[in-house]
């Protein structure tokens, strides 16, 4: 892993695991912000509304500083953190796990939830992609038409994908590039061009 990369899931996955007549489902959701996994939770509690808990833990971004565990009514530190420390073990983020509970009759006592939202938590996990996210950046530049070849033979040499284009006499592109390489592609575009 080099510095502007870290590791999510590629698409929404689920595991399940039941204990003494209890039934833990648990939903990996791939997300980009606090918004996305307020949506997604809610989508799981409409689902799953006659459910008597949905636990949850999320984790965002490269560095990892936004994330929270919530236990949703089981005893403290029973169900969000055991299901935080499964994303944290595979060293995950972006992604969102929700574990919700049918309660079967029987008490399980906190060893048995931790155990049950962790187990539920690692199947979800099990049964996704585990794919590598790069850190990029987006860059306008603004240049004539005539510095066109020069400034698509970058975009070419550096992979950049673009994400919006005008082509008139006078030119204006937003490329996404890379971390590491910004500082190498911002010096061969201001050649070229106004970098923004």
Do not use: W
């Given at each position: 892993?080099?510095?502007?990369?870290?590791?999510?899931?590629?698409?929404?996955?689920?595991?399940?695991?039941?204990e003494k007549g209890?039934?833990?489902?648990?939903?990996?959701?791939?997300?980009?912000?606090?918004?996305?996994?307020?949506?997604?939770?809610?989508?799981?509690?409409?689902?799953?509304?006659?459910?008597?808990?949905?636990?949850?833990?999320?984790?965002?971004?490269?560095?990892?500083?936004?994330?929270?565990?919530?236990?949703?009514?089981?005893?403290?530190?029973?169900?969000?953190?055991?299901?935080l420390g499964q994303?944290?073990?595979?060293?995950?983020?972006?992604?969102?796990?929700?574990?919700?509970?049918?309660?079967?009759?029987?008490?399980?006592?906190?060893?048995?939830?931790?155990?049950?939202?962790?187990?539920?938590?690692?199947?979800?996990?099990?049964?996704?992609?585990?794919?590598?996210?790069?850190?990029?950046?987006?860059?306008?530049?603004?240049?004539?038409?005539?510095?066109?070849?020069?400034?698509?033979?970058?975009?070419?040499?550096?992979?950049?994908?673009?994400?919006?284009?005008?082509?008139?006499?006078?030119?204006?592109?937003?490329?996404?590039?890379?971390?590491?390489?910004?500082?190498?592609?911002?010096?061969?575009?201001?050649?070229?061009g106004t970098v923004?």
């Amino acid at each position: 892993m080099t510095g502007d990369t870290y590791y999510s899931i590629a698409h929404e996955s689920s595991g399940t695991y039941k204990e003494k007549g209890s039934k833990f489902l648990a939903f990996a959701f791939p997300v980009n912000s606090v918004e996305d996994v307020r949506k997604k939770l809610e989508i799981v509690k409409k689902k799953y509304h006659d459910a008597r808990h949905h636990c949850y833990a999320y984790m965002l971004g490269r560095d990892k500083k936004i994330f929270r565990a919530n236990d949703d009514g089981e005893p403290g530190h029973s169900a969000g953190d055991p299901i935080l420390g499964q994303i944290r073990a595979k060293n995950l983020s972006d992604l969102l796990i929700v574990v919700v509970r049918y309660f079967g009759g029987t008490k399980l006592g906190v060893s048995g939830l931790i155990n049950a939202y962790k187990t539920a938590a690692a199947e979800a996990i099990a049964e996704n992609k585990i794919i590598e996210k790069v850190v990029t950046f987006n860059v306008r530049i603004d240049f004539d038409y005539a510095s066109l070849n020069d400034i698509m033979k970058i975009v070419k040499v550096y992979n950049l994908a673009i994400l919006e284009q005008e082509f008139h006499l006078q030119c204006k592109l937003v490329l996404s590039v890379r971390e590491k390489l910004r500082d190498e592609v911002l010096s061969q575009l201001q050649k070229s061009g106004t970098v923004k």
